[in-house]
């Protein structure tokens, strides 16, 4: 059932025995080296970790950036059935934690190759044509809780493209990818450099009515605002709202009616509602 060398053609898991294993080296130390991408420096030379069984499976087999696999010993066989000839390295519990440097409880944890930032430019990623199509807007999101759930329920609300602003904290952050369940290495992305450039050509070059969600002064209620076929949700960072460029480049500003007293929602939890409301997907 096992290989231990790594040259077996049948579609078995690598068993390791040895912590310090080589092939093992970017599953290593995997929270300090989490806290040390978050200062800005890529600890995984243009790779990124996803972690459970529903989050890798769902990269898997919809991508092709899994470079290796590492598995408890229940779960290695399976992800050796279904890894499409990616390694699969199978390890105890023990040998796991002393890699990670963790208590490692999820079973399976995948090394993936980090898209190049070249291809996810607008003219890489948006689609051809005038059909209709919703995109979600980040700017300046940096809770990693929150940017996973907003790539979460983006999915959820038939999110075509998600846009980032230049200042959004990493998509393929570990935990991020994880609180998506894993739609954040998935879903079609670009990672904008010119915020004002690209929102410009988001709204006169692919025709998309962009609405800005804020509950300042300058907001309209959602329900005053109709869905449009191409529709871009600009969701702003957790506290400041959206910012001055995209202020001034949205066809609107809607606010959520709210209880008197309560005057904001998690943006994640707001994105869902302007998701739902604007919306041109169809949703069963």
Same mark, same amino acid.
Not at 5 to 15: A, D, Q, R
Not at 161 to 190: E, F, N, W
């Given at each position: 059932?096992?290989?231990?060398?790594?040259?077996?053609?049948?579609?078995?898991?690598?068993?390791?025995?040895?912590?310090?294993?080589?092939?093992?080296?970017?599953?290593? /130390?995997?929270?300090?080296?989490?806290? @040390?991408?978050?200062?800005?420096?890529?600890?995984?030379?243009?790779?990124?970790?996803?972690?459970?069984?529903?989050?890798?499976?769902?990269?898997?087999?919809?991508?092709?950036?899994?470079?290796?696999?590492?598995?408890?010993?229940?779960?290695?066989?399976?992800? /050796?059935? $279904?890894?499409?000839?990616?390694?699969?390295?199978?390890?105890?519990?023990?040998?796991?934690?002393?890699?990670?440097?963790?208590?490692?409880?999820?079973?399976?944890?995948?090394?993936?190759?980090?898209?190049?930032?070249?291809?996810?430019?607008?003219?890489?990623?948006?689609?051809?044509?005038?059909? !209709?199509?919703?995109?979600?807007?980040?700017?300046? $999101?940096?809770?990693?809780?929150?940017?996973?759930?907003?790539?979460? =329920?983006?999915?959820?609300?038939?999110?075509?493209?998600?846009?980032?602003? !230049?200042?959004?904290?990493?998509?393929?952050?570990?935990?991020?990818?994880?609180?998506?369940?894993?739609?954040?290495?998935?879903? !079609?992305?670009?990672?904008?450099?010119?915020?004002?450039?690209?929102?410009?050509?988001?709204?006169?070059?692919?025709?998309?009515?962009?609405?800005? %969600?804020?509950?300042?002064? /300058?907001?309209?209620?959602?329900?005053?605002?109709? !869905?449009?076929?191409?529709?871009?949700? $600009?969701?702003? =960072?957790?506290?400041?709202?959206?910012?001055? $460029?995209?202020?001034?480049?949205?066809? %609107?500003?809607?606010?959520?009616?709210?209880?008197?007293?309560?005057?904001?929602?998690?943006?994640?939890?707001?994105?869902?509602?302007?998701?739902?409301?604007?919306?041109?997907? @169809?949703?069963?």
């Amino acid at each position: 059932m096992y290989d231990r060398t790594g040259m077996s053609s049948t579609p078995n898991p690598i068993i390791i025995d040895d912590a310090a294993d080589p092939r093992l080296e970017v599953f290593r /130390a995997v929270r300090d080296r989490d806290l @040390k991408a978050r200062l800005g420096s890529d600890t995984r030379g243009g790779r990124f970790l996803a972690e459970s069984p529903l989050v890798v499976e769902r990269i898997l087999t919809r991508t092709t950036v899994v470079e290796s696999l590492l598995c408890d010993e229940m779960h290695a066989l399976r992800y /050796a059935q $279904i890894s499409g000839g990616t390694p699969v390295y199978a390890a105890t519990r023990e040998t796991l934690d002393a890699v990670t440097g963790y208590q490692f409880h999820r079973g399976v944890i995948a090394s993936c190759r980090r898209p190049d930032p070249s291809t996810m430019t607008l003219d890489r990623v948006m689609p051809s044509g005038r059909d !209709p199509l919703t995109v979600l807007l980040l700017d300046g $999101i940096n809770n990693i809780d929150n940017m996973g759930q907003l790539y979460r =329920n983006a999915a959820a609300f038939g999110v075509g493209v998600v846009v980032l602003s !230049p200042d959004c904290h990493d998509h393929l952050y570990r935990k991020t990818v994880r609180v998506s369940i894993g739609y954040s290495a998935t879903l !079609p992305t670009v990672i904008s450099q010119d915020w004002s450039s690209d929102l410009s050509r988001l709204r006169d070059e692919f025709g998309l009515s962009l609405v800005g %969600a804020d509950a300042g002064a /300058a907001s309209v209620s959602i329900s005053s605002v109709p !869905p449009c076929p191409r529709v871009g949700v $600009i969701m702003g =960072n957790e506290f400041n709202g959206i910012g001055a $460029i995209a202020r001034s480049h949205v066809h %609107a500003i809607v606010r959520i009616p709210m209880a008197e007293g309560v005057d904001s929602l998690n943006v994640a939890t707001a994105s869902s509602i302007c998701l739902h409301r604007l919306s041109s997907a @169809k949703l069963h």
